[in-house]
């Protein structure tokens, strides 16, 4: 069936230092990518999207790329501050007859200064 | 600000109790949708409403229930039939038309319900 495969956390690093969060999918068609995120206590958010093979989302510093051949949209960020940390999800959007989305389990992150 | 209001944001039961969450938005978004969130688990899909008076059943609806009655407004019943309730619970809209699979989710800050 269709899935989310996401690196287990919790991820610590130390402010400054490069991110990268893996992400794998399956699905039938060509679904839209999504990361979110979610901040302590509160609901989730977008981070970035991208609706089709080889498309960049990117926002507040992160990126994640499409990749059709690898089935994954890893998210990366050069440099990660404290107010970065988060549980980050990815997820994926079906093209059904209502938005379906499958999220993965998320990842957490800690940024330490 | 336009945006996803849910209430409370953290309620305690008793078993065999009902409870209701409350969820509104001010959006003017068709499709609203209630997940579930554990520990580990990533979301879950309880209900979604494509339109007034309409709702279909997600992936863990038992237990659970829902009305759409209004526009804005998505109420989440959770019945004492529903074995483990203790979760977060996060309710959601999209706009509901344009291409599918490439809308957006907003979503409420959530609501964590326990039971005692």
């Known amino acids: 069936g269709d899935s989310v495969t996401q690196m287990e956390g919790p991820v610590t690093l130390s402010e400054e230092a490069f991110l990268t969060i893996n992400c794998t999918y399956t699905?039938?068609?060509?679904?839209?990518l999504f990361w979110y995120v979610q901040y302590p206590g509160e609901g989730l958010q977008l981070l970035l999207k991208?609706?089709?093979?080889?498309d960049k989302g990117s926002n507040k510093g992160f990126e994640a790329t499409y990749r059709k051949e690898t089935t994954s949209f890893h998210l990366e960020k050069g440099s990660v501050q404290v107010s970065d940390s988060a549980v980050y999800f990815c997820?994926?959007?079906?093209?059904?007859?209502?938005?379906?989305?499958?999220f993965g389990p998320g990842t957490s992150l800690s940024v330490i200064p | 600000d336009g945006g996803i209001t849910q209430s409370p944001k953290y309620l305690f039961r008793k078993e065999g109790q009902n409870v209701t969450l409350s969820c509104e938005q001010n959006?003017?978004?068709?499709?609203m949708y209630w997940y579930r969130q554990d520990p580990g688990q990533g979301l879950r899909l309880i209900y979604y409403?494509?339109?007034?008076?309409?709702?279909q059943k997600g992936d863990i609806a038992e237990g659970y229930s829902v009305s759409r009655e209004k526009k804005e407004s998505f109420p989440l019943t959770v019945t004492s039939a529903q074995k483990n309730p203790t979760a977060f619970y996060l309710c959601?809209?999209?706009?509901?038309?344009?291409?599918?699979?490439?809308?957006?989710?907003?979503f409420g800050a959530g609501s964590r319900l326990t039971v005692l």
């Open positions: 959601a809209s999209s706009p509901g038309t344009g291409p599918r699979g490439a809308n957006v989710l907003t």
């Open positions: 699905a039938t068609g060509y679904p839209s």
């Open positions: 991208a609706t089709k093979a080889d």
């Open positions: 997820a994926l959007s079906l093209k059904t007859s209502y938005d379906k989305v499958i």
């Open positions: 959006l003017n978004h068709d499709a």
């Open positions: 409403s494509q339109i007034v008076n309409d709702f």
